[in-house]
């Protein structure tokens, strides 16, 4: 079947420090986007990158479709991006329209002063 | 511009009880989706629609019905709630007709349900 696969499953970083996280996707996609969901469960749009590259202050992302995955960069970890980054695709179009995300598992990262 | 919101927040059932999440978005998108999230997971799609007075079944559709009578709203209904129904619901939106190429969703806070 379809796939989404996160990785690392788990990340602790000192403060400061930077980190990439990755997602593979086994079938062509229409849309990839990245989320981070915080401690509190709320889930906050990062990025919506079907192809290339994107930055937004400390994070920037970067999908290679033809290779099929895509990476986030954290730079200068806060104790503030602590919590669950999940990578999700839209490999279908729904009946009639509107897309299907399927997400990864998620990497869940740990910020320590 | 309050973008997704979902009621209530957080509430706790009896089996065989039910209820409905509500859903509301003040972005005038087509798309409205309803996903549930358990432990260590990512979310799955329930149900979506694509427009007013329009439902279709997603991934995991079983003991769910919903309902979209207006374009902003989209209701979730358990007619009969069972344990295995305790999650954390997510209501998502996408696409306006004024961007048709443009198909991000944007994710209310969730409602965090628990059926005894």
């Known amino acids: 079947g379809i796939q989404v696969e996160q990785s690392p499953p788990d990340l602790i970083l000192q403060e400061g420090a930077n980190s990439t996280l990755r997602c593979n996707f086994s079938?062509?996609?229409?849309?990839l986007q990245w989320f981070h969901q915080n401690p509190w469960g709320q889930l906050i749009n990062l990025f919506y990158?079907?192809?290339g590259t994107k930055q937004n202050g400390r994070l920037s992302a970067t999908t290679v479709a033809t290779e099929r995955y895509s990476l986030l960069y954290i730079s200068s970890s806060q104790t503030t991006d602590s919590g669950v980054y999940f990578c999700a695709v839209d490999f279908y179009i729904l009946t009639g329209g509107g897309n299907k995300l399927t997400f990864g598992t998620g990497t869940q990262l740990k910020v320590e002063l | 511009n309050a973008g997704v919101t979902q009621t209530p927040k957080f509430r706790v059932l009896k089996t065989g009880q039910s209820m409905t999440l509500l859903c509301a978005q003040d972005?005038?998108?087509?798309?409205m989706y309803w996903y549930r999230q358990d432990p260590g997971m990512g979310l799955r799609l329930i149900h979506y629609?694509?427009?007013?007075?329009?439902?279709a079944k997603g991934e995991v559709p079983d003991g769910y019905n919903v309902s979209r009578l207006k374009k902003q709203n989209f209701l979730l209904g358990l007619e009969s709630a069972a344990p295995s129904q305790t999650s954390v619901y997510f209501c998502?939106?996408?696409?306006?007709?004024?961007?048709?190429?443009?198909?991000?969703?944007?994710f209310g806070p969730g409602t965090r349900l628990t059926v005894l």
């Open positions: 990158i079907p192809s």
């Open positions: 998502a939106s996408s696409y306006s007709m004024d961007n048709p190429s443009y198909n991000e969703q944007f």
């Open positions: 629609s694509v427009g007013e007075g329009t439902t």
């Open positions: 079938d062509s996609v229409n849309n």
């Open positions: 972005m005038n998108h087509e798309y």
